[in-house]
Structures are given as structure tokens and as C-alpha cells.
């Protein structure tokens, strides 16, 4: 489903991602960890398309990010690390403008907003607007509207910040259910726990390297340990 | 005082920092703003010149009116500084992201509220800077004022600005303290139809009957200034600042200076009074707007304003999603909506100013005068328009533009639908206000057609001027609309689109007032020269309009996000 072929990104002076090649299948759950500034978050938005890479490539779907982006973005959502939304909307609306946007058919996405407000305990908060929400709140609100169009791939940054427990519990289960039917979800975090939890495969990225990549069991093999994931990551990406 | 210290020296190592950055912008770039700002400098010097000095050759009452200009100029000034403070201070002390950080410091409230204060002076009258240099040194040009009338200018200039912030915060502070959030919204609607009711009472029971007296344009300007006299009353700081002018150019130093102390004591005081009420109300006040109101709004498929933008169905999709997120956007928005009707209330006060003009002026020089007088101003209001409210409109996506990046739909198509949506009302309206001025002044069949094609190619090219400048600029950090268009866009915008009216103005004018007024050209020529005129206003919103939209959604599709 994503293609990375020698991915590179380069800011003035600082390599954020280095030649980086990584080959992610449908329906793979993946997991970039790596410590502040290893270049996660500028990986994640190469993929989304949001930053165009100074040399290699990205494909999505087959089809060639630099070439088509329109048609690659159409396959996929991507969620932030920090929600930013139209604060003078409400939640209803975001969720409709954002069906509207993406030409979805209309008795689904209302349908499906409703599913998705019901299942986050937000119904009654619909048609408040979105400068009045918590952070949380305004999370839940994105990844509802990243849910909608349906995506065969969802890139997710920092999923769990600002969340309450139960929502965690909810954003894990739908992601999960997701990945079940077929999507493909490539995140970031900073949260080792969930990481193991949830992942297929994990990658791990320093100074925009990626430094070790495989299941759970794979990397703690890798790094021939045998202490828990927190430990291998820590020793992994000690500076020296 | 440490506070307030440590705040302005954070803020003019910003400045070091931002100034540092244009060192790295290309040399061509920054030979281009300078060769612009100096042009539009020269090219406004040039017509406040040629319009005082015509005042000034008036016989008998040149000078008198050449002065009234200065209390009009002043007395308006003041009023739209007081009403433009009023939006930005709210803004600004309450509303802006770096408010909560700093009011999270250990910082006397007052340090942060005078930081705010000086912020919020600059960026309501960074405007008059453009405009009010080149008056005031034409003016002072014709009065043949000494030199140290141009180098006590700037003095004059900074004393100015601040009164009328600190008056419009002694309003707000109170406001944002004791008024909830979405009531106050009806207070200031409230405020300004009473305003608007009692500058119509004034027109219609002063002003409109002295119009009827007498048909010669003369008198009726004689008796037009006399009615005005509202705006030289002796307790009103605008007339404080012209006079102090006034005298210092004509010589008389001492009055000059008793004026210029009468300003400066007043704005002593209300400075007093702002430190007093800062410390009572300012941290009170903006904790209170905190406390939104979280009151539901309808369901997006229910009630009377939904079914109303059902209208835009006809639109494709994604096109319709985006307009109908932007009017409510607009309307659910209090610094947004509360300038659109300071611009509605300037439309309605120009709209009666021009009810008072006699129609039955037949001298056909007064007529071009008045008729070309009117274009102009319609130009303008509408270069305000656009400038404050159509260049900001790709920075107001701010650190949302995400999801329309990540949108099946390209930037090009943003751009159109904000071009034609907006060009679209634009148009509408500037035809509304040029139709309905040209049958005040009864303006000829031939001219009014023109002047109405020639307000439409206007309205096409300063709307593309706007949105096209705005792509090109983007502020994506930045959700204070007042800060967006102070930026370097937003000047830009403002000097090419005053560049680009009285370009317009100068290619009609010169055909009509050599044939019609000064009769050195036969009828032939002048047909030829309407031509080339029109040639070259086509040209002339080709380059202004079409060129920055090309530009904008060219700049937008390679940004990242």
C-alpha cells in the first residue's frame, strides 16, 4: 500500500529523513517510533503529501505521490498531532463540510457522523461549536472526520494525545477494526505501550534513519535482548 | 516596569530576528517593495497636490477651503481610528493565542495590557502612515510651511495614533468585563444603529436642507463646511491635532504648540485612565470572555439560515462546502462581521454626503469634477474593501489549510472559488453604489455607462488584486485579520491597489476632461484616446487582477504544510 523509495527530506542544513525505504502492505498496521526531532511527524506528512521530498519517492496505492497527488490522497486520511479546525463550526458541520468536501454520498456520511458522535459520547456536543471543545474533544472530531470518507489508508500522528481513557480505548478499537477490514494504518507515537499493543510491524527512526524495523519480537531479537520494548528503543536511540 | 521591559525587549528581539530574515530574501524582491512603496508615495504626494492646490486657486475661499480639508481630514481620521481601534483592541487583548501565555506569567497585567495597547495602535493606524504622509506634506507644501514643520511631522504622527486607541480601549475594557460575550455582539449592533440613525437625523434635519438653498456648487460648499462645523468644535481632539497643523504652518508657533499640548494632555489622561482601568478590569475581562457561551446552534440540515444557504446547491460540491463554511466563518466571527459594518456605515455616511450634492449642477467641469470625484471614491472604498476583507481569506484557512491540502481538490480551485464568489459580490455590490451615485448626481447617459463598465473592470481586478496578493503572502500562523493585512501581503496589496484605482481614474480622465472641460481635442481624437484608455484599463487589471491569482495558486501548490 505505501511505497517509500529512498526518502528524502532536507530543511537548510538538517536532514530530517534520510534515504529512507520502507514497503508497507494493505491491511499492515504500522507503528514509526523514534525519539523528538528523529523526523516521524516529516515522514508521516511526505506520505500524506503534505511536504514534498527533496529526493526518492512516495506511492500510495501505486500510484506515484509526486505524479498524481489528487488521485493518491483520495485513498488515504491523515490526522494530525495537534487538531487544528474551524473554530467557528460546530461539530456537525465540520463533519458534513468535510463529506462535502470529499463528494461522499450524503445519506452515508450523515449517517455515519452520527455513528461516529454516538460511539466518541459526543452526540449531545454536535452542534456546539469547535472553539468551545477541549483538545480531546477537538481529536475526536478529526479522526471521525478522517474516518468518513472511508480511507484504504490512514496516517495517524500522536493518536492518544489529549485523550481520556476511554477514548483511547475507542480510537485503539476503531483503528483496529479498520486494519481488520482491509485498511492500512501507518502512525507515529510516542506511547511504546500502545505501539506493542497494537502494531503489525514497528520502525524505528533516528536523526532520519530508520534503525531497526520488524514485529515486536523481530527488534527485541535484533537488539538480542530480552527486557521490554522501552529498554530496546532507549538503548537503540541513546546519543552518544 | 520590569515586566513591561522584559515584554518590549522579547518583542524588539523579534523585530532583530524578522528584520535578520530579509537579508536572506532575494535582492530583486526587496528593490521591487522599496521602488513600489516609494512610487505610491509619489504618486498619492502627486494627487493630494493637484486637489489641494485646485482648492487652494479657488478665489476668495482657496485657503479657507484648503484648511477645512485638514479639519475634515483630521475629523474623520479620528472617528475611523477610534472605529478601527475598537475591532483591533478587542482582538488583541483578548483574543490573541500569546494573551493566554503571557497571563500565565507571573506579569503585572497592566505591563501586558500596555504591551497589548501599543500592538493594537500600530496595526489600526499603519494605514494613515501610507496616507497621511503624503497629505500632510502636500498640504504643508502649499502652505509653504517651514522646515521644522516636516521635522516635527513624525512627532505629530505618533501623539496622534495613540488617543484614539486609548479612547477605543476604554470602551472595550469595560465591554469585555461586564458584557457576555455573544450579548455584546448586539450592543455594538445596537450602538451603531443609533449612530447610523443619528448621523441620518443630523442629514436629513441640517445638512440636507442647506443643500436645497442654492444650486451654485459655491455656495452650496460654503454652506456644506458651515454645516460641518460639528467637526471643529472646540472640545474635539481631531480639531486639537488639525489646528495645531494649521497653525504650525501658517507660522504661529505658540498656538501651534497650546493645540499640541491640549492633545497630548488629553492623551496623558486617557493613558492615566487606561493604567487605572487596566488594573481593575483587563484580567477580569478577559477571563470573562473565556466563558463562552456553549449554547447549541442548529443541526447543519435544520434551520432558517441552513435552508437559505441551500442556495449554494447550484455550486459543485466541494465549491458550496467551502462558501457556506465561509459565511459562517464571517458571521459567526466578531472582528470579522464588526469591520464589514464600520465599511457599511463609511458606504451609508458617503451615500448621503453625495444626497447633498445639488443635481442640478450644469456647469459640465463641475459635472466631470463631481462625476469622476465619485468613481474615484467608489474605487477606493472598494480597494479598502478588498484589502481588508478578501486578502486575508487564504491566511484565515491559517493552520487549518491541512485539510484542504490533504482534500481532493486543488489549490487552483480554491483560489477560483474564492476569486469568483467574492468578485461575484463584489461586483454586485460596486454596481449597486455606482448606479445609484450616478442618479444622485444626475450624471450624463454616456458617462454613466462608462463609469459603471469601468467600476466592473475595477471590481474584477481588485478582487483578483486581493485574492491573488493574499495566496501569494499567506499568514498561516496569524487569526487576527487586523495583523494579516499589517503584514508585508497586506501593505503590498493596499499600495498596488491605490496604484492601481488612480491608474484606472487617471486613463479614463484624461480623454473626458481634454474633450468635454479644456476642448483640446476634436471628437475624433478623443474616441481614439477613449480607446487606448480602454485598452489600457483592460491591460492595466490584466496585470493587477489575473497576474498575483496565477502567482497565488502557483505559490500555494508547492507550499508545504
Redesign the interface.
Given at each position: 500500500m505505501i511505497e517509500l523509495q529512498k526518502l528524502t527530506k532536507i530543511f537548510g542544513d538538517n536532514t530530517a529523513v534520510g534515504s529512507l525505504s520502507l514497503t508497507v502492505a494493505a491491511g499492515e498496521f504500522f507503528t514509526v517510533l523514534g525519539p523528538n526531532g528523529a523526523g516521524k511527524t516529516t515522514t508521516l506528512?511526505l506520505v500524506?503529501?503534505?511536504?514534498?521530498p527533496t529526493a526518492g519517492s512516495v506511492s500510495v496505492g501505486g500510484i506515484d505521490m509526486a505524479e498524481k497527488p489528487?488521485r493518491a490522497?483520495?485513498l488515504?486520511?491523515?490526522i494530525?498531532d495537534?487538531p487544528?479546525?474551524?473554530e467557528?463550526?460546530?461539530g456537525?458541520?465540520f463533519l458534513?463540510?468535510?463529506g462535502?468536501?470529499?463528494?461522499l454520498d450524503r445519506s452515508v456520511y450523515?449517517a455515519q457522523s452520527e455513528e461516529l458522535l454516538e460511539r466518541f459520547l459526543m452526540r449531545d456536543d454536535?452542534?456546539?461549536?469547535l472553539?468551545?471543545y477541549s483538545h480531546g474533544m477537538r481529536q475526536k472530531i478529526v479522526i471521525s472526520s478522517a474516518l468518513l470518507s472511508d480511507p484504504r489508508l490512514i496516517i495517524i500522528d500522536e493518536p492518544m494525545v489529549g485523550l481520556d481513557p476511554r477514548s483511547i480505548r475507542i480510537v485503539k478499537d476503531l483503528l483496529r477494526e479498520r486494519a481488520l477490514s482491509g485498511t492500512t494504518v501507518l502512525m507515529s507515537t510516542h506511547t511504546l505501550a500502545l505501539a506493542e499493543e497494537i502494531s503489525d510491524r514497528l520502525g524505528i527512526i533516528h536523526r532520519g534513519k530508520l534503525i531497526a524495523l520488524g514485529g515486536v519480537d523481530d527488534i527485541k531479537q535484533a537488539a538480542r535482548r530480552s527486557e521490554g520494548l522501552e529498554d530496546v528503543f532507549l538503548r537503540m536511540t541513546a546519543e552518544k | 516596569m520590569n515586566d513591561a521591559r522584559a515584554l518590549f525587549f522579547a518583542r524588539i528581539r523579534i523585530l532583530k530576528n524578522s528584520a535578520a530574515g530579509i537579508k536572506n530574501e532575494p535582492v530583486l524582491k526587496t528593490t521591487f517593495i522599496a521602488v513600489l512603496t516609494a512610487s505610491f508615495w509619489i504618486v498619492s504626494f502627486f494627487l493630494f497636490y493637484r486637489g489641494l492646490a485646485f482648492f487652494h486657486a479657488i478665489p476668495a475661499v482657496g485657503p479657507v477651503l484648503v484648511d477645512e480639508t485638514m479639519y475634515i481630514f483630521f475629523a474623520v481620521l479620528f472617528i475611523m481610528l477610534v472605529l478601527s481601534s475598537l475591532v483591533v483592541c478587542h482582538a488583541t487583548f483578548f483574543n490573541a493565542q500569546e494573551v493566554e501565555f503571557l497571563l500565565s506569567k507571573p506579569l503585572d497585567h497592566r505591563a501586558v495590557f500596555f504591551y497589548r495597547f501599543i500592538q493594537s495602535s500600530i496595526y489600526s493606524s499603519w494605514a494613515f502612515l501610507f496616507l497621511g504622509i503624503p497629505f500632510l506634506v502636500a498640504y504643508a507644501i502649499i502652505r509653504n510651511a517651514s522646515c521644522w514643520f516636516y521635522l516635527a511631522l513624525p512627532g505629530w504622527f505618533i501623539l496622534f495614533v495613540i488617543l484614539p486607541t486609548a479612547t477605543a480601549s476604554l470602551l472595550v475594557l469595560p465591554a469585555a468585563r461586564f458584557l457576555d460575550y455573544r450579548r455584546a455582539r448586539h450592543v455594538f449592533i445596537g450602538t451603531a444603529v443609533v449612530l447610523a440613525l443619528a448621523a441620518f437625523w443630523y442629514y436629513r434635519s441640517v445638512i440636507a436642507p442647506a443643500a436645497q438653498e442654492g444650486g451654485d456648487i459655491t455656495a452650496f460648499m460654503e454652506s456644506f463646511l458651515y454645516h460641518l462645523r460639528i467637526l471643529k468644535h472646540p472640545l474635539y481632539p481631531g480639531y486639537w491635532m488639525a489646528s495645531s497643523l494649521i497653525e504650525a504652518t501658517g507660522g504661529r508657533a505658540l498656538a501651534s504648540v497650546r493645540y499640541f499640548f491640549v492633545y497630548a494632555a488629553t492623551t496623558a489622561l486617557a493613558l492615566q485612565l487606561n493604567h487605572i482601568a487596566a488594573g481593575r478590569l483587563y484580567y477580569r475581562g478577559w477571563l470573562a470572555s473565556r466563558n463562552r457561551s456553549s449554547r447549541p446552534l442548529p443541526p447543519p440540515d435544520a434551520g432558517a439560515v441552513n435552508s437559505l444557504l441551500s442556495i449554494f446547491s447550484v455550486l459543485p460540491r466541494p465549491t458550496a462546502a467551502l462558501v457556506i463554511k465561509d459565511i459562517k466563518t464571517f458571521a459567526r466571527d466578531f472582528g470579522q462581521w464588526s469591520q464589514f459594518l464600520i465599511y457599511l456605515a463609511i458606504l451609508g455616511v458617503y451615500i448621503l454626503n453625495l444626497g447633498s450634492v445639488p443635481g442640478s449642477v450644469n456647469n459640465p467641469y463641475w459635472k466631470m469634477i463631481v462625476t469622476f470625484l465619485n468613481f474615484s471614491a467608489t474605487s477606493l472604498v472598494l480597494a479598502g474593501f478588498t484589502v481588508r476583507f478578501l486578502f486575508p481569506q487564504i491566511s484565515l484557512e491559517g493552520n487549518k489549510i491541512w485539510i484542504l491540502g490533504l482534500a481532493p481538490l486543488s489549490f487552483r480551485g480554491l483560489v477560483l472559488q474564492k476569486f469568483f464568489i467574492n468578485g461575484i459580490m463584489i461586483l454586485l455590490v460596486s454596481e449597486l453604489l455606482m448606479t445609484a451615485t450616478n442618479i444622485m448626481l444626475e450624471t450624463s447617459p454616456g458617462l454613466f455607462f462608462v463609469s459603471c463598465a469601468m467600476t466592473a473592470l475595477t471590481a474584477v481586478g481588485l478582487t483578483g488584486l486581493s485574492v491573488g496578493l493574499g495566496a501569494l503572502y499567506p499568514n498561516f500562523r496569524e487569526e487576527n485579520m487586523s495583523r494579516i493585512v499589517s503584514s508585508f501581503g497586506g501593505t503590498l496589496n493596499f499600495i498596488t491597489a491605490l496604484i492601481y484605482v488612480a491608474v484606472i481614474v487617471l486613463l479614463l480622465a484624461v480623454p473626458y476632461f481634454s474633450y468635454h472641460v479644456h476642448h483640446t481635442v476634436t471628437a475624433g481624437t478623443f474616441r481614439t484616446m477613449l480607446l487606448a484608455a480602454w485598452a489600457g484599463s483592460l491591460a492595466a487589471t490584466a496585470a493587477a487582477g489575473l497576474f498575483p491569482l496565477v502567482l497565488g495558486y502557483r505559490k500555494l501548490q508547492r507550499s508545504e504544510f
Open positions: 506528512k500524506a503529501g503534505l511536504l514534498r489528487g490522497k483520495a488515504m486520511s491523515y494530525p495537534i487544528y479546525v474551524y467557528k463550526l460546530t456537525r458541520e458534513h463540510f468535510t462535502e468536501l470529499y463528494r450523515r454536535g452542534d456546539k461549536l472553539e468551545t | -
